[in-house]
């Protein structure tokens, strides 16, 4: 059965394609990584909604006529002060496009200011000065390609940061084929920091290594095909000698699997866990945004393995790349309305409740086929099976 989006509407349309425009631009400018095309109409419709800042009505009903930013703070976190939907902060920070990173730029201990003039608000960056009426501070712009030092984030990056190299989907079962524990000192049945671990398999010159449990397929929630291999990370090891294969006294062969020593553990560990090497650190500074096309999908699992989960917490997405998924989505959590008895109706009459929107994700990984959000908000549990759409 095909259903209307509960947002259609000819001027939420119209907010969302402004804000859609800004944060296009915002993209561009902020990250060469993201490669987003802007379009010269899109270039100049940001910089006026940028400039203008947003109708009053898209204002959070209590919002502040001033906040002080505290150790902490992110972007998110402030504009959901001010807002209604915080990841339209690009307006609300009444951005053109040479300073778009200025939000980036700002600081604990500055005070921010709401302007409203002529139905609109804008959010000015001042600093108190020795008792003075504050000045507003005009930012110089800069871009960064790494962390921002003391400058505020996004998003709470401490969240999502143990999961950026930790969270894996592979497009094939390939983990079969990856080098394997065959065997623990004194048959331990599961392993602590510091204890050996004996591997077998195709090692490189890397010395530090993930370790991670058999990968589970991911399926559809809807079509039940495949969508890639989600492998559960465990913890690290490194990698000390090297395997060999010798021969005895007997002349028969001998092999001798390589020695790791386990350096962390996040969930148990033990023989026929599968080691990867471990990837460079990867940091980018996120710009959150609506999508540039509709996207809908499901949640698939939820990380690391779970029946339900809330705000903070990772879930795994039916949407990848290939469906047009990008880093920085804001996207919006749905749950399907339930089938309940008219108890008012004698004869018992089934009806299917509305859907209900529950929250708000982040997307911060994107794989081929599949993607990981943080959960920004959910009023309900979020199971796997819920929907999620364009704001």
């Known amino acids: 059965m095909t259903r209307s989006h509960p947002l259609a509407h000819p001027v939420r349309g119209a907010l969302l394609e402004a804000a859609v425009a800004a944060a296009l631009a915002l993209a561009a400018v902020a990250a060469q990584a993201a490669n987003y095309p802007v379009t010269a109409e899109q270039a100049s419709t940001a910089q006026q909604v940028a400039q203008a800042g947003v109708p009053l009505s898209e204002l959070a009903p209590n919002a502040p006529d001033t906040h002080t930013v505290k ?6 976190d402030i504009s959901k002060l001010f807002l209604k939907s915080p990841w339209r902060w690009p ?9 778009i990173r200025n939000p980036h730029l700002i600081f604990p201990g500055q005070v921010l200011s709401l302007e409203k003039k002529d139905g609109r608000a804008r959010l000015l960056v001042g600093q108190p000065i020795g008792g003075a009426p504050e000045v507003t501070v005009r930012l110089s712009p800069r871009v960064r390609a790494g962390a921002l030092g003391g400058a505020l984030s996004s998003i709470p990056l401490n969240l999502i940061e143990p999961f950026l190299n930790e969270a894996v989907i592979h497009e094939t079962d390939e983990l079969l084929l990856a080098p394997r524990i065959v ?3 004194e048959d331990q049945v599961l392993m602590s920091p510091g204890n050996l671990a004996y591997v077998r398999g195709d090692l490189g010159q890397e010395r530090q290594y993930r370790l991670f449990r058999e990968a589970r397929p991911m399926l559809d929630p809807t079509s039940n095909e495949v969508l890639g ?4 990370y465990l913890g690290t090891a490194e990698y000390l000698r090297p395997g060999e294969v010798r021969t005895a006294a007997d002349g028969k062969s001998e092999i001798i699997p390589a020695t790791f020593v386990v350096t962390a553990v996040r969930q ?3 023989v026929g866990d599968r080691l990867a ?3 460079p650190r990867q940091f980018t500074n996120y710009v959150p945004h609506a999508p540039q096309a509709p996207i809908a999908g499901q949640i698939v699992s939820i990380y690391p393995e779970g029946l339900t989960a809330g705000k903070n917490q990772i879930v795994a997405l039916s949407r990848g790349a290939v469906d047009g998924m990008e880093l920085g989505a804001v996207l919006e959590l749905w749950r399907d309305g339930r089938t309940v008895a008219d108890r008012t109706d004698s004869s018992r009459t089934q009806v ?3 859907n209900e929107r529950n ?5 911060f990984r994107v794989f081929k086929r599949m993607s990981y959000a943080l959960i920004m908000s959910a009023s309900q549990p979020v199971r796997p099976g819920d929907r999620f759409a364009q704001p």
């Open 359 to 363: 929250g708000t994700l982040f997307v």
């Open 91 to 99: 307006e609300l920070w009444g951005m053109n496009l040479e300073q």
């Open 352 to 354: 299917r409740l509305p």
């Open 229 to 232: 291999f989600e492998s559960t």
């Open 183 to 185: 065997a623990t000192t």
């Open 277 to 279: 090497p471990v990837p």
């Open 268 to 270: 148990e560990v033990g």
């Open 71 to 76: 150790p902490g703070d992110t972007l998110w």
